[in-house]
């Protein structure tokens, strides 16, 4: 297997006022983490800046305007109750998608088998037209549709497993049976959406978790809700918002999931992306505020991308 890791310096430059969880020490933890000799295979690229057009696919022209034209000389600009941009804010979410984008490249070339970007601002937040919850561009909504525009596949379906719900990517695909959404997080809990009820054409899939659910509720959904969908799906392109703030030492929520979950869930996952998209997986991080927590969960889930 050749797994490749996309970061990038400028994602350390998007700074958010003291105090914030999504602060630059979580990419530091993890990249602390996966410098480890284990890791020693990762085949390391630095992230290529986005391009306009794909940031297109998922936003219009005046979304990527506003954005540019808050960006502040200094200090911080205030997106929404708790979203912000700094000067480097604007160039380190392009980046994001750029290296996004360039992950689904990899794995349509064959360069790579399946990537992990790890980036920052996280994207599964932004909506359409509104950027919230700490993200700025929708990366993996972004990266679906590159996947389609640019190699021709039909169907993409995007995993979720933040454990706040992305009703970013469900708002974007909410009409677009060409891309499934599915995504397991805590409920009641930020953002407020992801009822089971919230089914778009057919192709959103919630799996809502209660406050104090664990390892059993987790599998269980995968296994009763997230799974099923997909193999009945059969998309050309799996495609993971990997958040790790379900972990149990996560400060935002009250799921209490251990490092063992986020191996098992990606051995799964790799399953479906070989039977159905040759093995194509694309890994994006979202969320996750406990250091620790973060970077050994990230550890468990790159370490098993890397074995197959
Ligand atoms: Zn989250």
Same mark, same amino acid.
């Given at each position: ?68 034209? /808050? +960006?502040? =000389?200094?200090?911080? $600009?205030?997106? !929404? ?8 804010? %604007? #160039? @380190?979410?392009?980046? /994001? +998608?750029? =290296?996004?984008?360039? $992950?689904?490249? !990899? ?8 990537? %992990? #970007? @790890? ?24 990266? @679906? ?164």
């Amino acid at each position: 297997m050749v797994t490749r890791l996309y970061s990038h310096p400028i994602y350390l430059d998007h700074l958010t006022a003291p105090g914030h969880p999504e602060r630059p020490d979580r990419l530091r933890a993890i990249a602390k983490v996966l410098d480890d000799e284990a890791f020693a295979a990762l085949d390391r690229v630095q992230a290529p800046e986005g391009r306009r057009e794909a940031i297109l696919l998922a936003h219009p022209a005046s979304y990527v305007d506003q954005l540019e034209a /808050a +960006v502040p =000389a200094e200090g911080l $600009a205030r997106i !929404d109750a708790d979203t912000t941009m700094s000067p480097k804010s %604007f #160039v @380190a979410a392009m980046t /994001a +998608v750029g =290296a996004a984008t360039a $992950a689904v490249d !990899d794995v349509f070339s064959g360069v790579a088998d399946n990537v %992990f #970007v @790890a980036s920052r601002p996280p994207g599964h937040h932004a909506e359409r037209v509104t950027a919230m919850g700490f993200c700025l561009f929708n990366n993996a909504a972004i990266a @679906a549709r590159h996947a389609q525009r640019t190699h021709g596949v039909e169907r993409v379906s995007i995993i979720d497993w933040d454990v706040h719900h992305g009703n970013g990517t469900q708002d974007i695909f909410w009409t677009d049976p060409s891309v499934q959404y599915l995504s397991t997080h805590q409920m009641p809990l930020y953002p407020g959406t992801g009822a089971k009820s919230e089914t778009g054409v057919g192709n959103i899939i919630n799996a809502p978790l209660a406050p104090n659910d664990g390892s059993d509720a987790f599998k269980e959904a995968f296994l009763s809700r997230v799974l099923p969908a997909i193999d009945q799906f059969r998309p050309d392109l799996i495609i993971i918002s990997a958040g790790f703030d379900a972990h149990h030492r996560d400060p935002l929520a009250q799921i209490n999931l251990v490092e063992a979950d986020f191996d098992w869930a990606t051995a799964e996952l790799m399953d479906r992306a070989g039977r159905f998209a040759k093995g194509r997986l694309v890994s994006l991080l979202e969320g996750g505020y406990d250091l620790q927590g973060l970077s050994t969960s990230v550890a468990a889930h790159v370490k098993r991308l890397m074995k197959g």
